[in-house]
């Protein structure tokens, strides 16, 4: 049986080749047979390279219809995807480049110039624009040199562990690791969150998420691949232009900052969530507090998950049944989750430890770094996340943080996320961001960095007066730091590397 994905895909396509599988937000129509013949070109493209089993091919472009066709040509054609965040500049194209030695890069036209020099500099046969640049010149990009090849393709053969992708970690701690997912590591987590999520006929998914990371691309792209459901597709997430299409769809998915700016446009109201079944958010910490403020708005409660770029989505909040605010719920079916000490016992309930997960999900290793692989997994074969959490008498997991953020104070252990949840219930707080200094006494000094509600004013000394009588004098923060705006990733996760190293001289 070949396990290719975009077989698996295949299978699922609507009966009709010429329904809509993708519309922009310019009115734009592609059929699934579109997608059919145009990976099908692109596919014979890469084939034509006569390229070595297991080539990469990198991808360094805005997102668009044909930025996802040329993902699936390349897992069609049986190569390894590499998408790279379009912000990544010089310094960080050079390492992921000689890191992941991809045989193909395909770029924007205005990046060609400089990111063609680094490429062919390291040892990349290939680089291409993937169309022509807006002055008109023809350049050979990706698209034009496909466009005359034949729109029939065999999708290679390949095996379930065969890979599928590389994903580079956000590397914000140390150097970014290349995560290896294979074919069968994708279509098992897809296929549990079709179920977990009751895909079905009918569903209209609008997608304003980024394609290099796993949440767009893995999640939400391919939970419209895996049901046949057509995707509104957005270039990048504006409140306005998803108000606007809401009222057609039944399935978004977003990261916290896209539901806190939804909740500040007054127009967004019940009336524009009629159609819609499901509400996801994943990738960063939603706030008790939106969470709440979402469900009195609109009447829907979201679905919060957890996953991560090493495993797909681990855990999910119910989509039948109480979905609690500042947890991700279960582990998914065929996934299994622990949370252990120091040690390597099992903690109690509610007793907060480490997060170790194993299933049919879980990646191959990293990149070039068996050591590295060999320290992340447990004898027995379990993942060691990285995340710190606990798990509730009935199942459901919170994550308390990442276990690089623990902050060790006068021999204590500090949860920053423990912190953050009381600094974040004080009246005129936003937000709010924990963090371990170096301190000679202390060793670590546990650290706030707090953002104000518009309009309110937050004074450190009252902020740390009230801590006091809430939590345990060695978790109360020794300095209250007062910010416009947490710094934080594509994804919106906040960067607390650079946070500390704003503030480690304060």
Known sequence: MNANLYALFRSRFPHDLDDCWIETADAHYYSWRDLERGSAKIANLLANLN????????AHVEKSPEALMLYLATVRAGFVYL???????????????????????VCAPENFGWISQIAFKSGTGHVFTLDEPRNGRNSGSLLVRAAHLSDEFNTVHRDTDDLAAILYTSGTTGRSKGAMLSHGNLAANIKVLHEAWHWQAGDVLLHALPLFHIHGLFVAAHGALMNGSKMIFLSKFESTAVLHQLPRCTIFMGVPTYYVRLLSDANFDRSICEKIRLFVSGSAPLLSETFEDFKQRTG?????RYGMSETGMLTSNPYQGERKAGTVGPAL???????????GTHCAVDEIGDIQVKGPNVFQGYWQMPEKTAEEFTSDGYFKTGDVGRIDSEGFISIVGRSKDLIISGGYNVYPKEIESVIDELPGVLESAVI??????????????VVPRDGSSIAEANIIATLKEKIANFKV????????ELPRNT???VQKNLLREKFSSS
């Open 83 to 105: 998408p790279l965040n379009t912000a990544y500049r010089a310094a960080e194209m050079s390492y992921f480049i000689d890191d992941a030695a991809p045989a193909v890069l």
């Open 300 to 304: 829907h409660t979201i679905l919060e």
């Open 477 to 484: 923060p020794k300095r209250v730091y007062v910010v416009e």
């Open 491 to 493: 994804m919106g996760k």
């Open 333 to 343: 079916p065929g996934v299994s989750v622990r949370v252990v000490t120091a040690e």
């Open 51 to 58: 390229l070595p089993a297991g080539s990469r091919i990198a």
């Open 436 to 449: 371990g200094i170096a301190h000679p006494d202390f060793g670590e000094a546990v650290t706030a960095v």
